[in-house]
T-cell receptor, first 116, second 114 residues
């Protein structure tokens, strides 16, 4: 079974609008961390936001927020007030607490295009 | 600047040639990783090193070898390159002591095998 599933290969959003990128995960470990990374066309991987499994509140970082629904095992990324510079690939990732090697599992990514 | 340095950034190999991708980090991280990124498949773990002196296979280790030369350096070797190894390779490092739980990534190596 896939550890991380991103079902939206491509998304479009109008500039200044909000967009939600979906991510579901699969783990039986009660301790885990969820991450979102942005990969612009230049290729580097940029950390956006982190949510721990025991965190009571949804994580927020500026225009990014993580809609964490633990019972549904979903960790959707919400980008508010989209900007042209938000056009990129977005990857959801998970690290399990029992994983002593701290390997991350990545989804297949969502390509976001912001339309002017 | 502190971070993860990968070399080379680009490489073209002929089938059967060998090469080593170099990775070094200066953040005193214990764990280091090699991933490959292919279209539609996300990032897949090739090998990792949880600490100096140890290495373990990831999801797609076939055709690769690694060396954790010291705490700073973790190299990936292709002994006999195949076209299926055409990919973008990322090195990453990680530490749970820094307060930042995520990976620090290198800038990637774009490898083409012809």
């Amino acid at each position: 079974a896939q550890k991380i599933t991103q079902t939206q290969p491509g998304m479009f959003v109008q500039e200044k609008e909000a967009v939600t990128l979906d991510c579901t995960y699969d783990t039986s470990d009660p301790s885990y961390g969820l991450f979102w990374y942005k990969q612009p066309s230049s290729g580097e991987m940029i950390f956006l936001i982190y949510q721990g499994s025991y965190d009571q509140q949804n994580a927020t970082e500026g225009r990014y927020s993580l809609n964490f629904q633990k019972a549904r095992k979903s960790a959707n990324l919400v980008i508010s007030a989209s900007q042209l510079g938000d056009s990129a690939m977005y990857f959801c990732a998970m690290r399990e607490g029992r994983n002593t090697g701290n390997q991350f599992y990545f989804g297949t990514g969502t390509s976001l295009t912001v339309i002017p | 600047n502190a971070g993860v340095t990968q070399t080379p950034k680009f490489q073209v190999l002929k089938t059967g040639q060998s090469m080593t991708l170099q990775c070094a980090q200066d953040m005193n991280h214990n764990s280091m990783y090699w991933y490959r990124q292919d279209p539609g498949m996300g990032l897949r773990l090739i090998y990792y090193s949880a600490s100096e002196g140890t290495t373990d296979k990831g999801e797609v280790p076939n055709g690769y070898n690694v060396s954790r030369l010291n705490k700073r350096e973790f190299s990936l070797r292709l002994e006999s390159a195949a076209p299926s190894q055409t990919s973008v390779y990322f090195c990453a490092s990680h530490s749970t002591r820094t307060g930042y739980n995520g990976y620090t990534f290198g800038s990637g190596t774009r490898l083409t095998v012809v």
